[in-house]
C-alpha cells in the first residue's frame, strides 16, 4: 500500500493518520505522511514516570518504572543492548525491562509515534529508520541537554558532555539541540587487507596518481583493484566528499549540509568524481559490483577478489564471519588529489553513528535518559566493543582492551587524522538526498551512465529539490 500524498486536496489529514497507522510505514523523505502525522509535541509526556532528583539520581529515575528499549537488530544484533539493560536493571532492580529488535523500525514503530505511545528508547538505525527530519520537526523527540549535562557515572566532575569525544553531537544536534546520541564512532576510509598488500610488496598510495599506477599493478596480477556495495552505491559518495573536502578544505561540506547554491558544483567535488569515475572508465571495478548489496561486495573483497572498498570501521564485524585468518583488516585515508590539498594525507571522515533517540512522549523519558547514561559509562562502552569490535562516542573507553586488527588500524588512522578530522551531516538533515538522490547519481556514476559533470549536476538538482520542498524542515549548521 502506498502512502498518500499530503499534498492531495481530496485526503483529509484524519484520513492520513488512519491510513498512515494502518499501513505502518512511515514517508522517509520528510514530507508526505510524515508532515501530516501528529507525531507529539516537544513538550514532553506529562504522565511521564519520575523520581525524585539527587546526586545519586541527577535525571529523577523512578525506580520502580517499567523501561521498554527497542534495537535495531543490524550490523552489530542485540546482544550488547541486553547487556546494557542488565547494567540498567542492577541500578534500578525493582523497574521491568522490556527488550525488543527488530530490522524494520519505521515500519514497527510509525503507529506508536502517531497514537503517542512510543518506547522509552530506540536505537533509530539502518535503512528504514525513521526519518529525523520529521521527528524533530515534528517534537517527537526529547532534547537529550538533561543528559549531556548530568554526572557521568565514572567521574561525578565530569558532564556526561565532558566524556564524549570531539564532534560526537554533530550528526544528532539540530537548531543548537541534541535530539539523538550518536553511540558509536566510526573511521570512514578505504579499507584493503593488510596481508595481501605485503605479500605482494604494495603500498597503500597516499595520492591519486599513485593509486592509479597502483591499480595498473593490481589489474596486471590479475585481481580487481576496487569493489564497491553496488545496490548501495551512496558508499562511492564518501571518498568523493571525503576527497574533495581535503582538496579544497572541509567549508565545502558546511555549504552542502546548508543546501547552498551550487555547493555541489564546486570544483573540487567535480575533481574528486574525475578521480573515482577513472576507476570506472579504466575497468578498475571487479566486474558484477554494480548488482551487489553491501554483503556480497564485501564478500568479495574478503575472498581477495578485489583489493579496496570503501566503507566505515562497522565493516570488521559485519564480516567477521567470512573473513579470513590472517586477513589483517585496515583502513587508510582517501589518497590526496593534489600537492596543494588544504588538509594533508591523514585527515578523514570521522564521525560518531547508530543513533538513540528518547521520544518525548515515552511513559519513562527519565529512565531513557538513564539508560543512555549507563550506555556512555566506561563499563558500558567497553562492553560494547569488545562484543562489537566497534569504537564508541565515548573518550579512552577502548584502553587496555585488546582490539582485532581493523578496530586497531581504525584507532590508530583517527589518532593521526587529530584535528583535522572533519564530517557533513546532509545525510541526517535530510535522509532523502544521500539515501534516494545522491544514491541514484553515485550509481549513474560508476556503471558510465554519466560523467562527473553530470554527477555534479544531477547532486546539485538532487538538493535544490529538497530545498524547494516547503513541507521539510532546513537546518543550518555553522
Keep these: 500500500m502506498s502512502a498518500p500524498s499530503a499534498s492531495d486536496s481530496s485526503v483529509s489529514r484524519r484520513d492520513l493518520l488512519q491510513r498512515a497507522t494502518a499501513a505502518g510505514v512511515l514517508a522517509a523523505t520528510g514530507g508526505g505522511v510524515l508532515s501530516a502525522c501528529a507525531m507529539g509535541g516537544g513538550g514532553g509526556n506529562d504522565k511521564a514516570a519520575g523520581g525524585a532528583k539527587n546526586s545519586a539520581n541527577p535525571l529523577g529515575v523512578s525506580e520502580s518504572a517499567p523501561l521498554e528499549v527497542v534495537i535495531f537488530n543490524g550490523g552489530f544484533g542485540e546482544e550488547y543492548a541486553k547487556a546494557h539493560e542488565a547494567m540498567y536493571k542492577e541500578r534500578y532492580p525493582k523497574a521491568e525491562v522490556k527488550h525488543s529488535a527488530t530490522i524494520e523500525i519505521s515500519k514497527t514503530l ?11 528508547v530506540v536505537n533509530n538505525s539502518g535503512g528504514n529508520q525513521i526519518d529525523f527530519n520529521g521527528l524533530v520537526s515534528q517534537g517527537a523527540l ?19 558532555r565532558q566524556t564524549l569525544l570531539p564532534g560526537a553531537l554533530l550528526p544528532g544536534t539540530y537548531d543548537g539541540k541534541t535530539m539523538a546520541l550518536n553511540y558509536t564512532y566510526t573511521a570512514y576510509g578505504i579499507w584493503y587487507s593488510g596481508k595481501l598488500l605485503a605479500d605482494r610488496g604494495w603500498q597503500y598510495p597516499k595520492t591519486w596518481d599513485e593509486m592509479i599506477a597502483l591499480c595498473r599493478q593490481i589489474k596486471a596480477a590479475g585481481l580487481a583493484p576496487w569493489t564497491y556495495q553496488g545496490k548501495h552505491p551512496r558508499y562511492m559518495s564518501w571518498p568523493i566528499l571525503s ?14 549540509d546548508n543546501l547552498e547554491p551550487n555547493a555541489w558544483k564546486h570544483d573540487a567535488i567535480k575533481t574528486a568524481a574525475e578521480a573515482y569515475y577513472q576507476l570506472a572508465v579504466d575497468g578498475y571495478i571487479l566486474p558484477g ?56 594525507f591523514e585527515a578523514m571522515r570521522g564521525t560518531s553513528g547508530e543513533p538513540f533517540i528518547v521520544p518525548s512522549k515515552a511513559k519513562n523519558v527519565p529512565g531513557g535518559l538513564e539508560y543512555l547514561r549507563v550506555m556512555l559509562s566506561r563499563k558500558g562502552a567497553a562492553d560494547f566493543t569488545k562484543r562489537v569490535s566497534s569504537l564508541t562516542a565515548v573518550q579512552g573507553a577502548e584502553e587496555g582492551l585488546t582490539l582485532p586488527p581493523g578496530l586497531q588500524s581504525a584507532t590508530k588512522v583517527m589518532k593521526a587524522s587529530g584535528d583535522k578530522t572533519f564530517n557533513w551531516v546532509y545525510n541526517s538533515y535530510y535522509r532523502k538526498l544521500e539515501r534516494t538522490l545522491v544514491d541514484a547519481a553515485c550509481g549513474d556514476l560508476m556503471t558510465k551512465r554519466i560523467n562527473p559533470a553530470q554527477f555534479v549536476e544531477q547532486c546539485q538538482r538532487g538538493a535544490d529539490e529538497i530545498a524547494r520542498d516547503s513541507s521539510i524542515k532546513k537546518y543550518k549548521r555553522t
Design 110 to 120: 510509525q503507529p506508536r509515534f502517531v497514537d503517542g505511545s512510543p518506547p522509552d
Design 142 to 160: 526529547s532534547d537529550l541537554a538533561p543528559l549531556l549535562d548530568a554526572p557521568s557515572l565514572d567521574d561525578p566532575k565530569k558532564t556526561v
Design 243 to 256: 576527497a574533495a573536502a581535503k582538496l579544497a578544505g572541509p567549508d565545502i561540506l558546511v555549504a552542502i
Design 289 to 344: 559490483s554494480e548488482g551487489m548489496d553491501h554483503i556480497q561486495s564485501q564478500t568479495e573483497w574478503c575472498r581477495g577478489n578485489a583489493v579496496f572498498i570503501s566503507c566505515g570501521s562497522w565493516l570488521e564485524n559485519e564480516q567477521k564471519a567470512v573473513a579470513p585468518a590472517g586477513f589483517q583488516m585496515a583502513v587508510a585515508p582517501t589518497p590526496s588529489l593534489t600537492k596543494g590539498d588544504k588538509l594533508p
